[in-house]
Structures are given as structure tokens and as C-alpha cells.
């Protein structure tokens, strides 16, 4: 059976708006698994089995349990403060970012911006971030000079699920990839 209705309506709950079921998060995005349940079944047909086989099928790895299973979070993605615990690495010389052709202008003129989120999110290789860019209409990707950014100051994070995060990229480290 498909949950990826549910899934969607999960991940809006715990990126973006919690008190869509009167939940609250902890300062690190941690939500009471008892209480998620309680309030997405006030709407929908869910439980602990459900809520367990969405976090183990989910194939963007978009949510996590702590040890003991009773705290769920979101990876990554949050427009509202979270604080992920996650440590400053170093990149890779090169990370990529793929996006819609309707936003080049954007980025042309201001890099990227997190917009609603914490952080831009980027890419380990060129066919993620194709495919990322495809979600929202014709797909463009720019390479992203990490490595220079990371040794003119800038911090990059790599959530659980291997997106790499940083607070911006100004346009000097943004090649545009033509395809």
C-alpha cells in the first residue's frame, strides 16, 4: 500500500507547520511520535504501523526516529527554525544544483537563496540535481565551486541523507551547467 499522501502531509507537518495538528517541535525539529499520531489521525486513517512504514520506505530518507523511537523529525528542508545538530564538514571541491529554468534569472542576478527554507540544499552529483531541477519544469543545474566557498569562510552540513546544506551561494561560486 502507497502512503505517499500521507507521507507529503507528514512532511509539511514537520518542515513547515506543526500546529496543522496541534503539535509543537523541539529548538532540534524533534516531534512526540504520540502526539504526530494522535493529530494526523484526527484526519486520516493512521497509527504507530503506519507512521513506521513511511519513515523505513520513504525513498528520500526524509525522516528520522531518535534511539528509542519516540521522537520523529524531518531531515532537512524546515522553513520554520530547527536546529538539526548537525556538525560543519568540509565539501567536496565541486556540489551541484539543479533547478527550474523559471528561477535562472533569480540566481543569475542573486546566487542561491534558501528562499522559505534554512539552508540551499545541494547535490553530491550532476544526475540528482537533474532530477531536483525536473520537479518544478525544464531542469537547469549549476555547478557550485564548495571547495572555494568553504576556504573563503563559508559552512556546508551534510544532512543523513547526504544533501549537502549551506546558508547561500553567492553568484561568483555558481557555474551554469550547459547541457
Known sequence: MSYEKISKYMS???RHRPEAVGIQLDEHG???????IKGIAKKKKFNREILEEIVRTDSK???????????????????????????????????????AE?????IEKAGLRPGNR???HLSPD???AEKVGSRHG????????????????FRFYRSV???????????????QVKR
Open 61 to 99: 530518507q526524509r525522516y528520522s526516529f531518535n534511539e528509542d523511537k519516540t521522537k520523529i523529525r524531518a531531515n532537512q528542508g524546515h522553513s520554520i527554525s530547527a536546529d538539526l545538530e548537525l556538525e560543519p564538514l568540509e565539501p567536496p571541491e565541486i556540489l551541484w544544483h539543479g533547478t
Open 161 to 175: 541523507t547526504g544533501v549537502w546544506l549551506t546558508i547561500m551561494v553567492p553568484v561568483e561560486f555558481l557555474i
Open 102 to 106: 523559471k528561477y535562472v534569472a533569480s
Open 126 to 128: 550532476v544526475q540528482t
Open 138 to 153: 525544464k531542469p537547469v543545474v549549476y555547478q557550485v565551486k564548495s571547495g572555494e566557498m568553504y576556504r573563503k569562510g
Open 118 to 120: 534554512m539552508y540551499v
Open 12 to 14: 509539511m507537518i514537520l
Open 30 to 36: 524533534w516531534a512526540d511520535v504520540n502526539e504526530l
